[in-house]
């Protein structure tokens, strides 16, 4: 084991996240972490890697396990730095290494001391142990991977939108390698290209992997277990999203039929106590009855955790078939153009899936649809 959870429950105030948890995360898993929006799955995460406490039970973590965490609360962090100094960080013990190497290479040159000679051998086996002089091949590489051109990766770090320095922070945490991967919406700022990028490197970390995500398609394709949060409680699946829906259907309507039958008993024996409280010769029997149902472990109806939300787009007038129509659309931004001379036309009841790399204008091209961004052409 990795690291687990045993017998942990965790509470916000008079709230419970998860109660009497047991979990363990083993050698090379790949885990999908699910439930509700609201639940706890990211707080479930902060348990893990100790920045909350558990209100009872103990996180367990092998002695020589490392963990890396990325989270929304990464993009405070803020530096000067390149998004490739940035994403070197990861090679700390590298980066001092190479410190040491010159210090000591400089005392050589002076003295031709044995010892300094036996220490610089020892400190340059231990950079090829670690792969010291590939780290910024390796690096550059995950970077284009993620999606940032070769240009890009000496630009200041601040100067870039959130979702490009949570691609940086991405980069970093996977070349740090640690042996357990938390990823909380990992896709959430990714372009397409780059899903697939993340996706076939996943596929050969040498880690475990847990993975938050809202993605259903993303978790089919990376994970082989499922660990839903439902109702305080952890429920484990041994198979991917789509395995976890169907087999989730089933333990729902067995909850519910079991929930349906221990209702009918509840009124059945309430009945029972109602009508002969009274009797002397019942009485004792309708005690019985009222403590054995205050002991009762109550079965949780499954409609209690259910979304109910309702979106209403109201219209001012009904369109025609023709909702929207674009003539000869050209759209730059100083010297990069967004479109150029196009053309669409979308009719009522057509469902569009508008998609291309990050940067590219989707926002823009939808705010010319909209009406509220200025172009050359007709609309």
């Avoid at 348990?47 to 009872?56: F, K």
């Amino acid at each position: 084991m990795l690291l687990g959870l045993q017998d942990v429950t965790f509470e916000f105030g008079a709230r419970a996240i998860v109660e009497d948890a047991t979990w363990h995360i083993q050698p090379n898993e790949r885990i999908g972490l699910v439930g509700y929006n609201g639940t706890g799955k990211s707080t479930l995460f902060k348990v893990l890697t100790g920045q909350y406490s558990p209100s009872r039970g103990t996180v367990e973590k092998g002695r020589e396990t490392t963990i890396g965490f990325l989270h929304q609360d990464l993009l405070g962090f803020d530096t000067e730095d390149s998004i490739l100094e940035v994403a070197l960080g990861a090679f700390e013990r590298v980066k001092q290494l190479e410190k040491e190497l010159e210090e000591i290479a400089a005392e050589l040159e002076k003295t031709g001391d044995e010892d300094l000679a036996h220490q610089y051998s020892d400190k340059l086996h231990e950079m090829e142990v670690l792969d010291g002089y590939s780290i910024h091949h390796r690096t550059e590489e995950i970077l284009q991977g993620l999606g940032f051109a070769n240009a890009d990766l000496k630009k200041p770090y601040k100067k870039f939108s959130g979702g490009w320095r949570m691609r940086v922070l991405l980069a970093k945490m996977i070349l740090m390698q640690p042996d357990v991967l938390l990823l909380d919406e990992p896709t959430n700022h990714l372009d397409l290209p780059s899903i697939e990028w993340l996706e076939k490197y996943l596929q050969h970390y040498q880690g475990a992997v847990v993975i938050v995500s809202h993605d259903r398609y993303f978790l089919d394709r990376m994970v082989t277990k499922i660990v839903e949060l439902y109702q305080q409680q952890l429920h484990f699946y041994s198979g991917n999203y789509s395995f976890y829906e169907k087999e989730k259907a089933l333990r729902i309507d067995l909850q519910k039929k079991a929930y349906d039958n221990q209702q009918d008993y509840i009124r059945q024996q309430e009945r029972f106590v109602e009508r002969f409280k009274a009797k002397a010769s019942k009485a004792a029997q309708a005690q019985s009855i009222v403590k054995r149902l205050d002991k009762l472990e109550r079965i949780e109806d499954v409609e209690l955790e259910r979304p109910n939300m309702r979106i209403n787009f109201t219209v001012e007038k009904q369109p025609g078939r023709t909702i929207c129509t674009l003539k000869h659309i050209t759209k730059s931004f100083k010297d990069v153009k967004i479109v150029e001379n196009t053309g669409a036309e979308i009719d009522r009841g057509d469902k569009i899936a508008l998609i291309g790399a990050n940067g590219k204008g989707k926002s823009t091209l939808l705010r010319i649809i909209a009406g509220i961004e200025p172009f050359e052409g007709e609309r």
